[in-house]
């Protein structure tokens, strides 16, 4: 069964650092998402990506967080300037359209990134 | 925004005994409705979902069922097992052609089902 993989699995940086986070989606997949999960707390939203652009954010994603899609296959998120409070399990996701207009179809998320800001 | 609520937090059942969980939502476009099964250290996974034209869902032994009206839908598991043991998401969001693409979770219930 295809699955979104992410890179790397644990990342350890600097406060102030910028990092990147590495996806990559279902390869018939055309939404992307990334969602995050601080320990022990519920999954957050993010942003959604389709068609090349961001398609919606959540309060989260301010100007410290982008998105790209560089290639025909990798999703990353960038983290320009690191807070310990951005220490967290970082999930990529993709989900392929809908069947008809308006129906939704599942998320996948892969393993994670596990971020650790110090 | 969207505003998922679940509960209980934490579930302890003995092995064979059903177990429920309750979301209720408040958001009345909502319209897609999946459950998630995450294991300690591991990525959520779907384990079942429901869309808003259905009032009940079954997969073997889980099913969901949706209240429309009330705004709230819920996992059952039947037969429990340990390897059932998990936190549990709920989450919800809205048609596809809206463009607000954000799944919104509950707070989630940790299940432990005791051999």
């Known amino acids: 069964e295809p699955e979104v993989t992410q890179t790397p699995s644990h990342q350890v940086t600097q406060m102030g650092q910028e990092v990147i986070l590495r996806c990559v989606p279902i390869s018939n997949h055309l939404y992307f998402y990334w969602y995050r999960q601080i320990l022990g707390q519920k999954v957050e939203f993010l942003v959604s990506?389709?068609?090349?652009?961001?398609?919606?954010k959540s309060e989260i994603f301010d100007d410290q967080f982008s998105v790209e899609r560089p290639d025909g296959s990798n999703f990353t998120l960038k983290i320009r300037s690191t807070k310990l409070e951005d220490s967290a399990m970082y999930f990529c996701a993709s989900s392929a359209l809908g069947f008809r207009t308006g129906e939704n179809s599942p998320l996948h998320f892969g393993n994670g990134t596990r971020l650790t800001v110090t | 925004g969207e505003n998922v609520e679940q509960h209980p937090s934490t579930l302890s059942v003995q092995e064979g005994d059903s177990a429920v969980i309750k979301c209720t939502y408040s958001?009345?476009?909502?319209?897609?409705f999946p459950w998630y099964k995450q294991e300690l250290g591991k990525r959520p996974q779907l384990i079942i979902d429901i869309r808003s034209n259905v009032g009940e869902k079954k997969d073997q032994r889980i099913a969901v069922t949706l209240n429309k009206t009330a705004k709230h839908f819920s996992l059952h598991i039947t037969e429990t097992q340990p390897e059932d043991s998990a936190v549990y998401f709920c989450?919800?969001?809205?048609?596809?052609?809206?463009?607000?693409?954000?799944?919104?979770f509950g707070s989630g219930t940790r299940l432990q089902v005791q051999p």
């Open positions: 989450a919800a969001t809205f048609p596809m052609d809206t463009g607000r693409r954000a799944l919104t």
């Open positions: 958001d009345s476009a909502s319209n897609y």
């Open positions: 990506f389709y068609n090349n652009e961001i398609s919606e």
